[in-house]
């Protein structure tokens, strides 16, 4: 079964710093591309960071300068690390990604992570 685990999200002081990590289940399974999306309570989801598999980068204006996507291939995981945070970056966030098979090079579809919760207090 696949899956995307995501981890580090947590409660921080306004300016402070998190890393978010989200990493495909199994030796299978390499993530070609990866975006990372938050939704705050009362709005839409909204894409935060992507990354190619070419390595080329787009942000959302609100966290340009601040946030940075990165990715690890050979632990099949892809980063984001949110400096400077602010309260309105509160939000559960999402990792999407499209995974292909290690073994064939074959596509295995775009997944979801679960989510995790960040909090900025001010």
């Known amino acids: 079964q696949v899956q995307l685990v995501e981890s580090g999200g947590g409660l921080v002081q306004a300016g402070g710093s998190l890393r978010l990590s989200c990493a495909a289940s199994g030796s299978i399974f390499s993530i070609h591309n990866g975006g990372w999306y938050r939704q705050a309570p009362g709005k839409q989801r909204e894409l935060v960071a992507h990354?190619?598999?070419?390595?080329?980068?787009n942000y959302a204006d609100s966290v340009k300068g601040r946030f940075t996507i990165s990715r690890d291939n050979a632990k099949s995981t892809v980063y984001l690390q949110m400096n400077s945070l602010k309260p309105e970056d509160t939000a559960v966030y999402y990792c999407?990604?499209?995974?292909?098979?290690?073994?064939?090079?074959?596509?295995?579809?775009?997944?979801w992570g679960q989510g995790t919760q960040v909090t900025v207090s001010s």
């Open positions: 999407n990604a499209l995974l292909k098979r290690t073994y064939d090079g074959a596509y295995a579809g775009a997944y």
């Open positions: 990354i190619t598999s070419g390595d080329s980068t």
